[in-house]
């Protein structure tokens, strides 16, 4: 029973001692009586369909999980949260000269060596051109999901096959993560709408696999990359991508041997399988984090930014609400400890504010608040203050169990100081849907509370200023643009979140993002309730996973390899 | 007859077309749309939205885009997904066969075995072999094919480890027949199961009700055999609506099975327009409504003509 559990813990501390004399980080090295085995397939399960595997249109988790095994950039993020190179030689910084400031401070440009050899897996060159090509395209296609950090390039330079120069018309804070992928010219340059071409399902990559057969609802199969970079490696010759209908079906199948992995388990699913010996569970948190954002201007359609909620306006509502909360409940009862609580929207990496903390869970202290401010207990055990009752609805999406469950504790859990929830909740293609024209009631300012997640991504910056800025409060004015949902204005939050975006100095970043997020607490704007743990699984004879935030499961999925 | 088709063809035009405006306007009232994807991705600007929503052609009025769409229909472009940017023509291409084959097996399953089993509790009324049988196709027609599909999965699949738990073949193998077959029953068996008992029901009531018929009594005044009385003069008279139910499924061969193709993993029409309805990718769901609801009006003609050649007395003008 206790075996592959076991041998798997000595295998980490071998690894880790042999770690300590060779610096190879990743590779999984002494496994189980004698390190990797070369061969095998794997299928793995998602429960979700990729719908493009061209880096360009990816739109879903699902589809870099899958593409990830093509798909290359220049710098990838390591599991800590820090940059480092995958096609390129070095990081490029100011320290090593790969990044330069105009002599005005207000442009930049960033050297790319890349690494030499280099093959797209069929066999052609890669090449400057290739990264010059990537940014024209992102620039020229009108279907790309997105321009961020392409859009702030002015050209780029390729003085000679291994380097190229990008050249920035300002300075770009998140740089390293502009070229998460490159695109190969050879293959589309040619093509009139690559979206229309075969790219989409068979992209020519630089990764560890190709993908060899692409039956949409049925399976995605990805064959060993002759041309990798890395000698001997993958050690599987074979990734079958399962398309299974629901992340229950994928946990039976994974019971039932009839797949070796799986991809995003829900947290309480995790119960369902970890007491199975023939597989292991890996249970990180994410990025993501799920919160409470508590409206401070009316409840109403298209509110006016700068009206008071008549209940939450007042600040000693919003912390009893903190206090009355019950978070170590809810991780215990309804998430099985798989979570870790959370203090902030930036949970991890160089940016997460350690010292920004948030008041914990004492009732008592909820009622004294109240008392506090003057909210009465009236006959039905609700309080009120010069005739408002404190009466409050609580949105999130409709269909998610363990959201829907955490309400029902909410309720009771606020009613026992006497504010009464009602819940409203929305399908999340409403209330998730950020557009001011849908009707997204966080955007329109039509909630008092509302749980959902979000994550803030390895460089905050847009996510911070996005959301917790003055500046970007939607309302009619603005044609509903940010996403600043609590309607949060604070003259301090926002000089730091502008001193932030205005240096490259990470650690004066750090301290700048940590300080606007402390006045965010400080008002309690937002009730933070725990880290969304990324949760996949994979039969205990498969070897080499490792988890990181930043990046998918499959991200080092050269390193996996199967022993019996 | 051959104008009476003609004429039911040239009718079918409007109320098609009628049927591809209600669709079209039913898919744009849904809330969210098909770029509300995008929305939830923090690094998707106003600008990016707005950019998208012009090369997916959603910025043009409602009327305009429903005619584009049906002027490229008509000549053969169906226009590709929002979402894969694959060819909706290539798209259902490529889903069809397997759910052709899939329903396919579950038509013939349940015609070969309804007919028998119609035909027999008809003809045993109130016999223990009717009771059990009326008793088991009603349980089966009021059962929903989730949870029978579940059942099936968990006992057949799970617990005794008899079937695959869903998929249409074990991937990464070559074509094996013994393994499509395994992946074949329990789907087949979950829809079968509810749509036997609609078929075995719809035929016994009728047999029934031409078994009380006189000139069957005449029949068997003449001396014919049972066996002849009801295989040649009284199914071929009480076939009749059982034709139309047959008739009725023949869409469901293109359109598949929504639910159960859900369950099992089948990777067929019923689980493309299902996930295209959860992203709100409209050309392939429009492609996908045209042709069944044509289907649909074909399947009725084709049921309508069959009565002639089963029932001579009907005449088409």
Redesign the interface.
């Known amino acids: 029973m206790a075996g592959p559990r076991r041998a798997a813990v000595l295998a980490l501390a071998a690894a880790l001692l042999i770690g300590a004399c060779a610096p190879a980080p990743g590779t999984p090295g002494a496994a189980v009586g004698g390190g990797p085995v070369r061969g095998g397939?794997v299928?793995f399960a998602l429960w979700q369909?990729p719908?493009?595997l061209a880096p360009l249109?990816i739109?879903?988790t699902v589809g870099t999980v899958v593409g990830n095994v093509v798909n290359e950039g220049l710098i990838r993020t390591d599991a800590d949260g820090s940059y480092v190179p995958q096609l390129a030689k070095t990081l490029p910084t100011l320290e090593n000269g790969g990044v330069k400031l105009s002599s005005d401070g207000k442009k930049m440009s960033v050297t790319y060596e890349l690494l030499p050899g280099l093959k797209w897996s069929d066999g052609q060159p890669v090449t400057s051109a290739d990264v010059k090509f990537t940014w024209e395209t992102w620039m020229r296609d009108?279907?790309v999901?997105?321009?961020?950090g392409f859009m702030d390039i002015e050209a780029i330079d390729t003085p000679n096959e291994t380097t190229a120069v990008v050249n920035y018309r300002t300075i770009y804070a998140a740089y390293a993560l502009n070229f998460q992928s490159v695109l190969p010219r050879h293959v589309l340059e040619n093509e009139a709408d690559i979206?229309?071409s075969s790219y989409?399902?068979m992209p020519i990559g630089t990764g560890p696999f190709k993908i060899t057969d692409f039956?949409?609802?049925?399976?995605i199969?990805a064959e060993r990359n002759e041309n990798y970079r890395v000698k001997d490696k993958p050690y599987l010759d074979?990734v079958?991508f399962?398309?299974?209908?629901d992340s229950k079906?994928a946990i039976?199948?994974l019971?039932?041997g009839?797949v070796q992995g799986m991809w995003n388990l829900l947290e309480s699913e995790t119960r369902d399988v970890e007491n199975e010996a023939s597989i292991k569970v890996f249970a990180d948190p994410g990025p993501s984090v799920e919160r409470i954002e508590l409206n401070t201007a009316r409840n109403q359609d298209q509110t006016d930014p700068n009206s008071v909620h008549p209940v939450l306006g007042d600040v000693a509502v919003r912390r009893a609400l903190l206090h009355a909360t019950p978070i170590p409940q809810i991780i215990d009862k309804i998430l099985f400890n798989k979570v870790r609580p959370a203090s902030s929207p930036v949970s991890q990496g160089w940016a997460s504010p350690k010292d920004v903390k948030q008041e914990g869970y004492d009732p008592n202290k909820a009622n004294d608040e109240l008392e506090g401010a003057g909210w009465r207990k009236g006959a039905d055990g609700v309080r009120a203050k010069n005739g408002v009752r404190a009466a409050l609805t609580i949105t999130t999406t409709t269909g998610n169990q363990a959201r829907e469950r955490i309400e029902q504790v909410l309720i009771d859990a606020y009613k026992a100081v006497g504010i009464d929830l009602r819940i409203q909740n929305q399908?999340s293609?409403?209330l998730?849907?950020?557009?001011w024209a849908?009707?997204?009631p966080r955007k329109r300012g039509s909630f008092d509370l509302v749980m959902y997640a979000?994550?803030?991504?390895i460089d905050p910056h847009?996510?911070v200023s996005?959301r917790y800025h003055s500046k970007n409060v939607p309302s009619v004015a603005n044609?509903g643009?940010g996403?600043n949902y609590t309607r949060f204005k604070d003259a301090e939050a926002d000089k730091a979140i502008d001193e932030a975006g205005a240096t490259l100095d990470q650690q004066k970043r750090k301290d700048a993002y940590a300080r606007a997020l402390a006045r965010l607490n400080d008002a309690v704007a937002i009730i933070w309730m725990y880290e969304r743990a990324d949760i996949d699984a994979h039969l205990a004879d498969l070897f080499g996973w490792k988890n990181n935030p930043w990046q998918e499961v499959t991200s080092n999925i050269e390193d996996w390899y199967l022993k019996k | 007859m051959g104008r009476y088709v003609a004429r039911r063809l040239i009718q079918a035009i409007p109320l098609l077309l009628g049927i591809s405006v209600v669709s079209f306007a039913i898919l744009r009232a849904v809330?969210?749309?098909p770029?509300?994807?995008?929305?939830?991705?923090?690094?998707?600007?106003?600008a990016?939205?707005a950019?998208?929503e012009?090369?997916?052609g959603l910025d043009q009025p409602l009327h305009l885009q429903y005619l584009s769409w049906l002027g490229r229909f008509v000549t053969g472009d169906w226009g590709?997904?929002l979402?894969?940017?694959?060819?909706v023509l290539a798209?259902i291409g490529?889903?069809l066969p397997?759910t052709l084959y899939l329903m396919g097996s579950v038509f013939v399953v349940t015609v070969v075995l309804s007919l028998p089993i119609g035909v027999l509790t008809a003809t045993r009324q109130y016999s223990v072999f009717d009771h059990v049988v009326t008793g088991t196709t009603f349980a089966f027609l009021s059962t929903p094919t989730f949870w029978l599909g579940l059942l099936l999965?968990i006992v057949f699949?799970?617990q005794l480890?008899l079937f695959?738990?869903?998929?249409?073949a074990?991937?990464?193998t070559p074509f094996d027949l013994a393994d499509r077959v395994r992946h074949l029953v329990l789907p087949v068996t979950t829809i079968a199961l509810v749509q036997l008992g609609s078929h075995v029901r719809y035929l016994r009531s009728s047999m029934l009700e031409t078994l009380g018929q006189e000139y069957l009594r005449t029949a068997h005044a003449k001396g014919l055999a049972d066996r002849v009385v009801v295989a040649r003069h009284a199914l071929k008279n009480a076939a009749l609506p059982y034709v139309t139910v047959v008739a009725l499924d023949i869409p469901e061969l293109f359109v598949g099975a929504l639910v159960t193709e859900?369950?099992?993993?089948?990777?067929?029409m019923g689980?493309?327009f299902w996930?295209s309805a959860t992203?709100s990718d409209y050309p392939v769901l429009m492609g996908i409504l045209a042709v069944s609801s044509a289907l649909i009006v074909l399947a009725n003609l084709a049921a309508d003509v069959f009565y002639g050649y089963l029932d001579p007395r009907i005449r088409y003008s």
């Open positions: 397939t299928i369909e719908t493009t249109y739109n879903q009108p279907k999901v997105n321009r961020a979206s229309k989409n399902r039956r949409s609802g049925n399976s199969t074979r079958i399962k398309s299974v209908p079906v039976a199948q019971k039932a009839e399908p293609s409403v998730l849907s950020g557009s849908s009707g997204d979000s994550s803030p991504g847009t996510v996005q044609g643009v996403q | 809330p969210g749309g770029l509300s994807a995008y929305e939830g991705n923090p690094y998707v600007t106003d990016d939205l950019r998208l012009q090369a997916f590709y997904s979402v894969s940017h694959q060819p798209l490529e889903r397997n999965i699949g799970l480890r695959p738990l869903g998929g249409i074990t991937p990464g859900q369950i099992f993993g089948w990777p067929g689980r493309l996930d992203r």
